[in-house]
C-alpha cells in the first residue's frame, strides 16, 4: 500500500485505507501499467513512420538513465502511414513502451488529452516524435518536479527555418500579451508537469499551446529552463501558418473567457469516508493489497 494515499481509521482495530483514485474503480477507464512507474513520456504521433526508428531507439536508450522510473506512451493520432505498424512493433519488443490509437486525426490537443487521460504515473510529460528535443533532456527537467507543478523547456539554438522562427516569435509575443503567463517558449514539446493537475486542464483544440496559462489557471506553479533544439530528423512539419498564427489568435479569446469564468475550490472538511472498491480486502500499511496484490512484488 502507498502511505501517501493512504489514511488510518480510528476505532477497536485500526485500518489503513487506501485513497484510490476515481478512475482505479472506473470500469471504462480502469488503471493500467503506467500506474507502476513514477513518469510517463507521452508522444503524439501522426504520419511519422520516417522519425519512429530513431525516436524509438532515443527512448530505448534513455529510460536506464531517467531519473525515475519512466515508461512511454504513444499516442497514434489516426496516422495514415506506417507510424501505428512501427509503434506495435517497438511496444511488442520494450516492457516500458505502451500505446494507443484512434482511426480519426484529430489533432495534437486531442492526441495529448487522450494520453494525459490514461496515464496513472505521478508525473506526466511529453515529446514530439520529430526529435528536434531529446528524451535525454527530461533529466534536466525532472529535477524540479517535486517543486513545480509543471517544469517547461526553452528551445535554444533552434534549428527551423526563418520564416517558422519568425512566425513562433509573433505567435509567443501575442499569446504572452493576452494571457500574462510568463511562458516564453510554449511550442516547446519537451514538459513534465504532475499528473493530477494535467488531468485538470481545460482541453480542447489547439489548447496545447498554452498549458502554462493552464496550469496557473489552477493556482499551480511553473519553471521554465533551456534545454538544447535539433533539426528535424526526417519527414516534414504538420503546422503552417494559419497553425501558429491565426488559430492561437482564436484560442486566446478562448482562454480568457475560461479565466474569468474558471472555478477553483478547496475542500476544508468533510465527513465522507473511503471504502474499498469491490473485490478489495482490509489493507495492511506495510503490505501490498487489492485485486493486485504481489502482481508488482518483483518490479523496482
Known amino acids: 500500500?502507498?502511505?501517501?494515499?493512504?489514511?488510518?481509521?480510528?476505532?477497536?482495530?485500526?485500518?489503513?485505507?487506501e485513497l484510490v483514485p476515481p478512475r482505479a474503480v472506473c470500469s471504462f477507464c480502469p488503471m493500467n501499467q503506467t500506474q507502476n512507474y513514477e513518469f510517463t513520456i507521452v508522444v503524439p504521433v501522426f504520419n511519422e513512420e520516417d522519425c519512429m526508428d530513431?525516436?524509438?531507439?532515443?527512448?530505448?536508450?534513455?529510460?536506464?538513465?531517467?531519473?525515475?522510473?519512466?515508461?512511454?506512451?504513444?499516442?497514434?493520432?489516426?496516422?495514415?502511414?506506417?507510424?501505428?505498424?512501427?509503434i506495435q512493433s517497438a511496444c511488442q519488443s520494450h516492457p516500458g513502451f505502451?500505446?494507443?490509437?484512434?482511426?480519426?486525426?484529430?489533432?495534437?490537443?486531442?492526441?495529448?488529452?487522450?494520453?494525459?487521460?490514461?496515464?496513472?504515473?505521478?508525473?506526466?510529460?511529453?515529446?514530439?516524435?520529430?526529435?528536434?528535443?531529446?528524451?535525454?533532456?527530461?533529466?534536466?527537467?525532472?529535477?524540479?518536479?517535486?517543486?513545480?507543478?509543471?517544469?517547461?523547456?526553452i528551445r535554444m539554438n533552434r534549428q527551423d527555418t526563418r520564416?517558422?522562427?519568425?512566425?513562433?516569435?509573433?505567435?509567443?509575443?501575442?499569446?504572452?500579451?493576452?494571457t500574462h503567463d510568463g511562458a516564453i517558449d510554449t511550442g516547446c514539446p519537451l514538459k513534465v508537469m504532475r499528473t493530477d493537475a494535467a488531468k485538470k486542464m481545460p482541453f480542447f483544440t489547439g489548447m496545447h499551446r498554452?498549458?502554462?496559462?493552464?496550469?496557473?489557471?489552477?493556482?499551480?506553479?511553473?519553471?521554465?529552463?533551456?534545454?538544447?533544439?535539433?533539426?528535424?530528423?526526417?519527414?516534414?512539419?504538420?503546422?503552417s501558418m494559419w497553425n501558429r498564427l491565426a488559430g492561437p489568435f482564436l484560442d486566446c479569446l478562448a482562454l480568457r473567457w475560461m479565466r474569468k469564468n474558471y472555478i477553483n475550490y478547496h475542500v476544508s472538511n468533510t465527513d465522507l469516508v473511503p471504502v474499498y472498491p469491490t473485490g478489495w480486502t482490509e489493507a495492511?500499511?506495510?503490505?501490498?493489497?487489492?485485486?493486485?496484490?504481489?502482481?508488482?512484488?518483483?518490479?523496482?
Open 54 to 86: 530513431a525516436l524509438c531507439r532515443k527512448l530505448e536508450e534513455y529510460l536506464p538513465t531517467a531519473l525515475c522510473k519512466s515508461c512511454v506512451l504513444f499516442v497514434n493520432d489516426g496516422s495514415t502511414d506506417k507510424s501505428l505498424e512501427k
Open 1 to 17: 500500500m502507498n502511505l501517501n494515499r493512504a489514511i488510518r481509521l480510528a476505532g477497536p482495530e485500526p485500518v489503513w485505507v
Open 284 to 300: 495492511d500499511p506495510n503490505t501490498e493489497s487489492g485485486p493486485d496484490a504481489g502482481k508488482n512484488a518483483n518490479q523496482d
Open 210 to 239: 498554452f498549458i502554462q496559462a493552464l496550469i496557473l489557471l489552477q493556482e499551480g506553479t511553473a519553471k521554465q529552463i533551456r534545454v538544447p533544439s535539433y533539426a528535424r530528423v526526417a519527414g516534414v512539419s504538420k503546422y
Open 163 to 178: 520564416s517558422k522562427k519568425i512566425q513562433s516569435k509573433i505567435g509567443n509575443a501575442f499569446r504572452r500579451s493576452m
Open 98 to 153: 505502451f500505446y494507443l490509437s484512434y482511426n480519426k486525426n484529430s489533432g495534437k490537443s486531442a492526441a495529448l488529452k487522450a494520453g494525459f487521460d490514461a496515464c496513472f504515473s505521478e508525473y506526466i510529460g511529453y515529446i514530439d516524435a520529430d526529435l528536434q528535443t531529446l528524451p535525454e533532456d527530461f533529466n534536466t527537467l525532472l529535477e524540479y518536479r517535486k517543486e513545480y507543478t509543471l517544469v517547461a523547456g
